[in-house]
């Protein structure tokens, strides 16, 4: 980066808002170089670290996996997978859009402090024994929580969309993302998650992806 015409280097330091800012073509090579993955991440695979026996998501990425249709045009690199981590996280027990880049923009823009994307999901439930018409059984006062009202561990969540798809799948979006967020939502008003999807953060959508395989983010798409 350039600031008034000197290289600057060093990071955290203070500079001038009113400075000439440059940045070098070489960092915007080096940055148009990374790359985000988008994984169908099934049932028994976990986001970060392996645990109890269980492969990390990541171990999904390889050449074979790599979905026939995707358009991207770009082709695979063992150093695509140097310093990629997930931003964000789906637990074993659910499937769906699984993202993992070397971009510490998009990260920042998904998981975030500030982050507000939106992130949707089918949730199939079931009250006691009723796993049919469930949207028949719950009462219209607690599908109001489950849209806002609610607090786990103490802190109140932020406003939900939550609607039905049909008697026993609600839609979720949320602009948020604590661990096990909806199925502890859901047992807050009586209900048991028998499945759990995420098909979109922000503009980008799972699509036709088939569970285990996984695309590279074209660069046309943004979060």
Known sequence: MLVDGEVIDTLGMRIDPKADIQILPAAHSAQAR????????????????????????????????????????????????????????????????????QDGRIAKQLIGGHSDVDKEYLVRVRLGEHTTDVDRQLAPEKLALLRHGLELDGVPLKTAQVSWQNGEQLCFVLREGKKRQIRRMCELVGLDVVGLKRIRMSHVTLGDLPPGQWRYLGHDETF
Not at 45 to 53: F, H, I, K
């Open 34 to 101: 990374l790359v985000t993955i988008l994984l169908h991440k099934p049932i028994g695979y976990v986001s970060g670290q392996a645990e109890d026996g269980y492969e990390p998501a990541v171990t999904l990425i390889n050449p074979a996996n790599q979905w026939s249709e995707d358009r991207s045009g770009i082709r695979f690199a063992p150093g695509h997978l140097r310093s990629i981590a997930p931003a964000g996280r789906l637990d074993i027990d659910s499937t769906g859009l699984f993202v993992l880049t």
